[in-house]
């Protein structure tokens, strides 16, 4: 696994300061992204909770997904949650360690109070300390909120900064991106009252305990609330890997209703999911991978949208109208571009794989915010994308109306067909799989190749023409061709946040 040192800085720990009656929260921010450009500590929010303990404890599960592996439970390394300021909300999103569950804590205008909600993305501190205090905080007592330093904190003496460096693999990197794609596809399935959600909630193990990962399970309504069952029977949503959801213990006693989220129709396949709690002012949304041991890193259900230049040339043109929104407008954005609203949709689904939107099933709707880390590298790292490049740039496609051939690099020769649009092929990959996740490398690369993008003019064979006939034309070492636009204008925005590089 490819990683790399996010390096995170902050002017000084975040605390929760005060007596009980008279209590600041100050949470600090590293170098983010806001309206005006990079800012090395931006600041989103100062004023009151209207619902402190509630709040307190979905940041506590916000950051208990951060430190967790839910598959091999090998290390505690943990990002540091992303906050993101939409002007009329704050947005806590963290993602485990194993690549399996994203995590997100609204914070509504409803549970803000007597402050302006600023815009922009950057890291949060969320330290052991401050994470002891907040478990601490009671149901009655005033909280003051601060996201990002007031100037007291701008002008603190030299030696107060902290300094976080920790291991980011690309595989979070590309997880944390496809989780928000595979969640348009979401609808809602099912929802509880406050007093079923508990009742469930409590009969499922929690992570670590004997029995707690169960396989993938679905659930199924039952009267007013959910039961358990080993299979995919009618009308049943997934449920990957129960023991996942301990997290929203933290918030159970706040919730007024829960809410699970999935593709639609019953798949025969395992799917990820979404459950969310819904808190006063406040929603908190775990979305689960489709299984406990597969990460969202994996899934591929993006790469196509990856592989086509005229959404490349869409997502650059949409990411300039692009305004911190809490809420994309596709009309609207359509109507800005000039584009059908079909091609905003392709377009936002591609600014999706590099964090540049997120997915907000609740509201069915994108959102605006720029991740505070390299998130071109979800594109550019991706093995399977590089891959179908490679291939279209070695000439290595053969196309013959709906059949086509693909030459790997070991000699072996795979047959790729199309029919109604969907692409199969005869390797392992596709044997295995069934396009569950995402095309194969073979696939993307006929789909690239038919598309003319992916490689250098003359790269793809038709069919019957010999090797000689294959060679690429100038430039055949650029296999950039066909993302390079939006990946040069991701980089130009990562490039302007602290971290590795």
């Known amino acids: 696994m490819t990683r790399s040192l996010q390096t995170v800085t902050y002017a000084r720990p975040s605390v929760l300061e005060g007596r009980a009656g008279d209590r600041l929260l100050g ?13 090395d500590r931006p600041h989103f929010f100062a004023g009151f909770l209207t619902s402190p303990s509630v709040a307190a404890a979905g940041l506590l599960a916000v950051a ?18 992303v906050v993101t300021g939409s002007g ?52 009655g007592d005033p909280l003051h909120l601060r996201v990002g330093p007031d100037e007291l904190a701008m002008t603190s003496p030299e030696g107060s900064s902290v300094e976080k460096k ?51 399970q679905w659930v199924l309504p039952a009267g007013r609330g959910l039961r358990l069952t080993g299979r995919p029977v009618p009308g049943a949503v997934c449920l990957p890997g129960p023991g996942r959801l301990t997290a929203l213990h933290r918030v159970l006693r706040h919730a007024t209703a829960l809410r699970v989220y999935g593709p639609p129709g019953t798949p025969a396949d395992p799917t990820a999911a979404a459950w969310e709690a819904v ?11 489709p299984e406990a041991s597969r990460g969202f890193s994996g899934e591929g259900g993006v790469l196509e949208a990856l592989a086509t230049d005229e959404v490349a040339g869409d997502a650059d043109l949409l990411a300039a109208l692009l305004a911190w929104e809490p809420r994309i407008d596709i009309a609207d954005l359509a109507a800005a571009s000039g584009l059908p609203a079909e091609r905003v949709r392709a377009a936002l689904t591609r600014l999706g794989t590099s964090g540049r939107v997120g997915y907000d099933a609740a509201e069915a709707a994108y959102f605006h915010r720029e991740l505070p880390y390299d998130a071109e590298r979800a594109e550019q790292h991706n093995p399977r994308l590089r891959a179908a490049r490679s291939l279209v740039a070695a000439g290595a496609v053969s196309l013959d109306g709906p059949l086509a051939t693909v030459t790997a690099d070991d000699g072996h020769v795979h047959r790729v067909r199309e029919a109604a649009g969907r692409l199969s092929c005869t390797c392992p990959w596709w044997a295995a799989y069934r396009g569950g996740r995402g095309p194969c490398k073979h696939a993307l690369a006929v789909r690239m190749a038919r598309r003319g993008s992916g490689g250098p003019a003359g790269a793809v064979r038709p069919a019957g023409a010999g090797a000689a006939e294959a060679e690429a034309g100038p430039g055949a070492t650029d296999a950039r061709t066909g993302a390079g636009a939006v990946t ?9 946040f602290g971290g590795a590089r």
């Open 279 to 289: 808190l006063p002012g406040m929603r908190l949304t775990l979305t689960l991978s």
């Open 27 to 39: 949470l600090e921010t590293s170098g983010g992204a806001t309206p005006m450009g990079a800012v």
């Open 488 to 496: 040069a204008a991701v980089a130009a925005r990562a490039g302007r």
């Open 166 to 216: 920790v291991p980011l693999p690309d595989r979070w990197l590309r997880g944390f991106a496809e989780a928000q794609v595979i969640a348009a596809g979401f609808e809602l399935r099912a929802e509880l009252s406050a007093t079923e959600a508990v009742r469930f909630l409590r009969s499922l193990p929690r992570a670590g305990t004997r029995g707690a990962s169960r396989g993938v």
């Open 64 to 81: 208990d997904v951060a430190a967790a592996r839910y598959h091999q439970r090998l290390d505690r390394t943990a990002l540091d949650p």
């Open 88 to 139: 009329d909300r704050l947005r806590f999103e963290s993602f485990s360690g194993c690549c399996g569950v994203h995590a997100r804590l609204d914070i509504l205008a409803a549970g803000l109070d007597g402050g302006e909600v600023g815009h922009g993305t950057t890291n949060v501190d969320v330290n052991t300390p401050l994470h002891d205090a907040l478990a601490r905080i009671g149901a």
